[in-house]
T-cell receptor
Framework: AQSVTQLDSQVPVFEEAPVELRCNYSSSVSVYLFWYVQYPNQGLQLLLKYLSGSTLVKGINGFEAEFNKSQTSFHLRKPSVHISDTAEYFCAVSGSGGSYIPTFGRGTSLIVHP | GAGVSQSPRYKVAKRGQDVALRCDPISGHVSLFWYQQALGQGPEFLTYFQNEAQLDKSGLPSDRFFAERPEGSVSTLKIQRTQQEDSAVYLC?????????????FGSGTRLTVV
């Protein structure tokens, strides 16, 4: 079985400040890791994914995430946020060696203030 | 098509009514997933198809929920005798491979409200 914990339900931040959204996972097999963004009344859009190789993954809109196997974490970061980054962010894990069905966290609401 | 298309976008059903939600995945995508997203929650897995075969339906909450993908492309999620707790956004996702290693493309969802 696999699970995802997003430690913060809401993260408020001022525009142009850096942000980190935390994600921890548990799995008994090797994993693929994903971050998705969801804007109001829309589906989920893939921000970035980790499959293998370099532990630092760069995605769209200036986001990046680092896979840390020893800490079972995959935190999402952006050095300078914009108002338009206000959205819900979901971390997901799927088992690369077992179940390929992604399991999602409960989400973190990023609120960017001017 | 260019993306995953879901219809209808919004559905209001009276309690006890049957509903059918449609998902049109990206052409050629092998895998298709249905998720249920309650308000303020993350998506919860319902069921998974690889082509026309339903390989996993462990997430379906009751026998009132039924999904099919008869020709390996379009999928329908049917909910019989809807109840208020079925109110949620139902998301469909597709993936080019059976392993999901290239990510999953989501539709915009169907928001079901049971009154």
């Amino acid at each position: 079985a696999q699970s995802v914990t997003q430690l913060d339900s809401q993260v408020p931040v001022f525009e142009e400040a850096p942000v980190e959204l935390r994600c921890n996972y548990s799995s008994s097999v090797s994993v693929y890791l994903f971050w998705y963004v969801q804007y109001p009344n829309q589906g989920l859009q893939l921000l970035l994914k980790y499959l293998s190789g370099s532990t630092l993954v760069k995605g769209i809109n200036g986001f990046e995430a680092e896979f840390n196997k020893s800490q079972t974490s995959f935190h999402l970061r952006k050095p300078s946020v914009h108002i338009s980054d206000t959205a819900e962010y979901f971390c997901a894990v799927s088992g690369s060696g077992g179940s390929y069905i992604p399991t999602f966290g409960r989400g973190t609401s990023l609120i960017v203030h001017p | 098509g260019a993306g995953v298309s879901q219809s209808p976008r919004y559905k209001v059903a009276k309690r006890g009514q049957d509903v059918a939600l449609r998902c049109d995945p990206i052409s050629g995508h092998v895998s298709l997933f249905w998720y249920q997203q309650a308000l303020g929650q993350g998506p919860e897995f319902l069921t998974y198809f690889q082509n026309e075969a339903q390989l996993d339906k462990s997430g379906l909450p009751s026998d009132r929920f039924f999904a099919e993908r008869p020709e390996g492309s379009v999928s329908t999620l049917k909910i019989q005798r809807t109840q208020q707790e079925d109110s949620a956004v139902y998301l469909c996702a597709s993936s080019a491979t059976g392993t999901g290693g290239y990510g999953y493309t989501f539709g915009s969802g169907t928001r079901l409200t049971v009154v």
